[in-house]
C-alpha cells in the first residue's frame, strides 16, 4: 500500500550539486528510519545515508561533509542534498523508509522505484 518516489536527479558536472527528494504515500500507521542507498553500474547496493525519526544520522564516509540527509515528518518526505559531486557518485540512487503499518503494527522496508545520478564533465 506505501510507495515511496524518488525526484531530482539528473545530470550534473563534477563539483556540483543536486537535491533528490522522496515522498512516501499511503496507508501507514508511522516512519522509523528513513534513508538513501545508491547502485552504481556493476556492484552492489551501498548506503549512502540514513535518518531515524528523532533525526540522528549516519553517513557512508565517502560521503561525509558533502551530502546532507533530512526528513519531514509532516510530509513523509526524505531529503537528499548532495554538494561536491564526484564521478564516482555516478548511481541509481534509491529512497528507503521504515515503515509501521497499521495491520498488525509490523515494520515493513519499502523502497522508492530509484532515480539516476550522473556526474560527469
Known amino acids: 500500500q506505501v510507495q515511496l518516489v524518488e525526484s531530482g536527479g539528473g545530470l550534473v558536472q563534477p563539483g556540483g550539486s543536486l537535491r533528490l527528494s522522496c515522498a512516501a504515500s499511503?496507508?501507514?500507521?508511522?516512519?522509523?528510519?528513513m534513508g538513501w542507498y545508491r547502485q552504481a553500474p556493476g556492484k552492489q547496493r551501498e548506503l549512502v545515508a540514513t535518518i531515524t525519526n528523532a533525526g540522528n544520522t549516519n553517513y557512508a564516509h565517502s560521503v561525509k561533509g558533502r551530502f546532507t540527509i533530512s526528513r519531514d515528518n509532516a510530509r513523509k518526505a526524505v531529503y537528499l542534498q548532495m554538494n561536491s559531486l564526484k564521478p564516482e557518485d555516478t548511481a541509481v540512487y534509491f529512497c528507503?523508509?521504515?515503515?509501521?503499518?497499521?495491520?498488525?503494527?509490523?515494520?515493513?522496508?519499502?523502497w522508492g522505484q530509484g532515480t539516476q545520478v550522473t556526474v560527469s564533465s
Open positions: 528507503n523508509a521504515e515503515i509501521i503499518t497499521w495491520l498488525y503494527r509490523r515494520t515493513v522496508s519499502s
Open positions: 499511503g496507508s501507514m500507521s508511522s516512519i522509523n528510519d
